[in-house]
């Protein structure tokens, strides 16, 4: 009761004040489908991990069997005679298997297997799920910046093309100034419509992941806190290969998955071997005259010949394996090369923003003197727009550097699954 109101406050605040990152990440990973459908596949490893282990337990069974027609032959001085009449027949039995050669033990560790890669499975996906809502969330940040950049830039090109016209009214300008400022002012349009769409299907993306269907915010100050914040050292890249390979949930599951299929394969391998049962029953038949039946003993079969099928299986479960080792192998490269990659583009997106942020500043300074000169008739309209130019093209770059910098840092939280602690900054 005291998380429905909870979670209920938490809906309330999310109403009245801008989207939170931390508020978003744990209502996608509450109420995402992708994650209630890791918790059933886990339930469903779980009942074939207890499925397998009933088989190390007695088997009873009650039989029952009625014919309303049976014929019954009965020797008498020599001959045959049958007799037709009803009958009925019921027994209780069991059985116990004695000895496999281990083969149940090998199948209930196989199961095992399987429920724990179930577990590592579903933590893969939180931390994707975790990866998607950054995403989506900083990619608004991200195109909220865009929007405000081109609507600057279409404001100032508007102002421009007034400018032009009122300066080419006097003969100062031509008719060429006012149309290339004003054919800047329509592009500049253009693009903040087009950042605003993208910023529409964001949201909407974002909304799916939350499960939450009321238009959301994004506080920005929160998108550039973490900006500044997020940070990863390398330090010793032979440590950081082998912490990858040990705590990435997508290389654990594998594992897991080549436990379970070696410890299949050894079930298989001693089919061959037989299995030594111990049975027994006790039951009741009326066929013309009553009587009670019981037998208690020991049953052991051994397999002669099958067509060839222990052989098949066998072959199957030892390529299984292969491939199963093949598949964690290749992943493990892949993901190493993922992680390497965004550890370096994490630094060099530092350099990138400190770069741009220097281009903005003096590219501003020389803007203004442009604006100033152009008025003036000492410079060309290409010159001012060279500067603006310059000036929307390194805000551009400052923003995506911002957003290319967190999408680097969450990708290495995913690979060292670290999402579910970092997550939550």
Same mark, same amino acid.
């Given at each position: 009761?005291?998380?429905?109101?909870?979670?209920?406050?938490?809906?309330?605040?999310?109403?009245?004040?801008?989207?939170?990152?931390?508020?978003?990440?744990?209502?996608?990973?509450?109420?995402?489908?992708?994650?209630?459908?890791?918790?059933?596949?886990?339930?469903?490893?779980?009942?074939?991990?207890? #499925?397998?282990?009933? %088989?190390?337990?007695?088997?009873?069974?009650?039989?029952?069997?009625?014919? !309303?027609?049976?014929?019954?032959?009965?020797?008498?001085?020599?001959?045959?005679?049958?007799?037709?009449?009803?009958?009925?027949?019921?027994?209780?039995?069991?059985?116990?298997?004695?000895?496999?050669?281990?083969?149940?033990?090998?199948?209930?560790? #196989? &199961?095992?297997?399987? *429920?724990?890669?179930?577990?590592?499975?579903? /933590?893969?996906?939180?931390?994707?799920?975790?990866?998607?809502?950054?995403?989506?969330?900083?990619?608004?940040?991200?195109?909220?910046?865009?929007?405000? %950049?081109?609507?600057?830039?279409?404001?100032?090109?508007?102002?421009?093309?007034?400018?032009?016209?009122?300066?080419?009214?006097?003969?100062? @300008?031509?008719?060429?100034?006012?149309? =290339?400022?004003?054919?800047?002012?329509?592009?500049?349009?253009?693009?903040?419509?087009?950042?605003?769409?993208? *910023?529409?299907? &964001?949201?909407?993306?974002?909304?799916?992941?939350?499960?939450?269907?009321?238009?959301?915010?994004?506080?920005?100050?929160?998108?550039?806190?973490?900006?500044?914040?997020? &940070?990863?050292?390398?330090?010793?890249? !032979?440590?950081?290969?082998?912490?990858? +390979?040990? +705590?990435?949930?997508?290389?654990?599951?594998?594992?897991?998955?080549?436990? =379970?299929?070696?410890?299949?394969?050894?079930?298989?391998?001693?089919? !061959?071997?037989?299995?030594?049962?111990?049975?027994?029953?006790?039951?009741?038949?009326?066929?013309?005259?009553?009587?009670? /039946?019981?037998?208690?003993?020991?049953?052991?079969?051994?397999?002669?010949?099958?067509?060839?099928?222990?052989?098949?299986?066998?072959? @199957? &479960?030892?390529?299984?394996? +292969?491939?199963?080792?093949?598949?964690?192998?290749?992943?493990? *490269?892949?993901?190493?090369?993922?992680?390497?990659?965004?550890?370096?583009?994490?630094?060099?997106?530092?350099?990138?923003?400190?770069?741009?942020?220097?281009?903005?500043?003096? %590219?501003?300074? #020389?803007?203004?003197?442009?604006?100033?000169?152009?008025?003036?008739?000492?410079?060309?309209?290409?010159?001012?727009?060279?500067?603006?130019?310059?000036?929307?093209?390194?805000?551009?770059?400052?923003?995506?550097? *911002?957003?290319? @910098?967190?999408?680097?840092?969450?990708?290495?939280? =995913?690979?060292?699954?670290?999402?579910?602690?970092?997550?939550?900054?």
């Amino acid at each position: 009761m005291i998380k429905i109101i909870s979670f209920l406050l938490l809906l309330c605040n999310l109403q009245a004040n801008s989207l939170m990152l931390n508020d978003a990440i744990a209502m996608a990973l509450k109420s995402n489908p992708q994650t209630q459908a890791a918790s059933l596949r886990i339930q469903n490893a779980q009942a074939d991990t207890k #499925a397998a282990k009933g %088989t190390l337990y007695p088997r009873i069974d009650l039989n029952g069997e009625y014919y !309303p027609t049976r014929t019954v032959v009965m020797p008498a001085n020599g001959t045959f005679t049958t007799r037709q009449t009803d009958a009925f027949h019921t027994d209780i039995s069991a059985s116990y298997s004695l000895w496999d050669f281990g083969r149940n033990d090998h199948t209930i560790q #196989a &199961s095992h297997y399987l *429920k724990e890669g179930s577990v590592a499975d579903k /933590t893969s996906i939180e931390n994707s799920l975790i990866e998607q809502v950054w995403l989506h969330y900083t990619s608004i940040s991200y195109l909220e910046q865009l929007i405000d %950049t081109a609507k600057k830039s279409a404001e100032f090109y508007q102002s421009q093309y007034v400018q032009a016209v009122r300066m080419r009214e006097v003969g100062l @300008k031509t008719q060429a100034d006012e149309s =290339r400022f004003k054919a800047s002012w329509l592009e500049a349009e253009d693009h903040h419509s087009a950042a605003r769409s993208q *910023k529409a299907k &964001s949201l909407m993306a974002l909304e799916l992941l939350t499960g939450i269907d009321t238009p959301l915010t994004i506080d920005q100050a929160d998108f550039d806190r973490r900006t500044r914040e997020l &940070s990863t050292v390398i330090q010793d890249i !032979p440590a950081l290969r082998q912490e990858l +390979s040990q +705590s990435n949930p997508q290389l654990q599951k594998l594992r897991m998955l080549i436990n =379970r299929d070696r410890a299949a394969s050894s079930a298989i391998s001693k089919q !061959p071997y037989g299995s030594v049962t111990l049975v027994g029953a006790y039951g009741y038949d009326n066929s013309l005259n009553s009587y009670d /039946t019981s037998q208690i003993g020991v049953r052991g079969s051994i397999p002669l010949y099958d067509g060839g099928k222990l052989d098949a299986d066998t072959q @199957k &479960s030892r390529i299984a394996l +292969s491939l199963a080792q093949k598949e964690y192998e290749n992943t493990e *490269k892949q993901l190493w090369q993922e992680l390497y990659d965004a550890l370096i583009d994490l630094n060099r997106f530092d350099e990138t923003m400190i770069a741009k942020e220097g281009v903005m500043c003096a %590219t501003q300074k #020389a803007l203004s003197l442009m604006q100033g000169r152009y008025a003036q008739g000492l410079a060309t309209y290409i010159d001012v727009l060279e500067s603006q130019s310059i000036l929307e093209n390194a805000r551009i770059a400052h923003a995506d550097a *911002k957003f290319q @910098k967190i999408r680097s840092w969450i990708k290495i939280q =995913r690979l060292l699954n670290k999402g579910n602690q970092n997550g939550m900054l």
